[in-house]
């Protein structure tokens, strides 16, 4: 290439570029700013940010922690003792409130404990040990209730939270997903459990299992747990809210 060529490139070659810059400007000036910084405007302020604070504002004010009591018969007049520690969910404006079977089978007395410090003695007003299920009465104004949409049932793959009371440390959110459904096969003979990959502990039995909406789709029951271990296995399981709604 000789000299006349070599400028006649470098001069094209600038022509493009100016062009380019030139469109380029044009662009800018039309477009609102935010069209091109999107992906970094939204990392900065947050809103990339994945949270579920949302969900458990409208969803765990529903959920309380739930004590059975024991009284000693050859001396009723003693304090009673903790026999049995879970959780429950408000279902409705009336008090009434599902929790496990299991939690509350063996309880001389109920006392549910609300997340504003409330404390109420409860009723049962119903039962299966088949399903795990009871539901009690408490006596209260304001109550919290916790929301449901029965037209958004539960899939393989969906983003959960349990909430209830582990180890009676105080209510705590754990996360995860839906990873199975119609489940069977467990000691309470009941065929169609949820199995989520979020912790469940004990204390978490009767708490609620919900969608990132926050809306009710189970009633945590069990942890799947081999000999003698304490679950830990990321399979636990949910009784869907088609059961009982």
Do not use: W
């Amino acid at each position: 290439m000789n000299l006349k060529d070599t400028c006649i490139y470098i001069v094209k070659a600038m022509t493009f570029g100016l062009i380019m810059a030139a469109v380029f400007l044009v662009i800018t000036s039309i477009l609102p700013n935010h069209s091109l910084n999107t992906g970094l405007s939204s990392v900065h302020s947050g809103g990339a940010e994945l949270s579920f604070a949302k969900a458990v504002r409208r969803a765990a004010p529903a959920v309380a922690n739930i004590y059975s009591l024991s009284i000693d018969q050859r001396n009723p007049l003693n304090a009673s003792s903790l026999q049995g520690l879970g959780s429950g969910v408000i279902m409705s404006k009336d008090g009434y409130v599902l929790t496990n079977y299991h939690v509350i089978k063996k309880a001389d007395e109920i006392v549910i404990a609300l997340q504003d410090g409330r404390k109420f003695t409860a009723e049962v007003v119903g039962s299966d040990p088949v399903t795990d299920l009871a539901v009690l009465k408490i006596e209260g104004d304001n109550l919290p209730i916790v929301p449901f949409n029965l037209n958004n049932p539960a899939q393989v793959g969906d983003v959960v939270l349990a909430i209830g009371n582990p180890y009676n440390i105080g209510q705590t959110i754990t996360q995860g997903i839906i990873s199975a459904t119609g489940r069977n096969g467990l000691s309470s003979g009941y065929l169609d459990f949820l199995q989520t990959d979020a912790a469940i502990n004990a204390g978490n039995s009767g708490g609620a299992l919900i969608d990132t909406n926050g809306e009710l789709i189970g009633i945590n029951t069990a942890a799947f747990q081999v000999g003698g271990d304490n679950g830990g296995n990321g399979i636990s399981f949910a009784i869907p809210i088609k059961l009982y709604s």
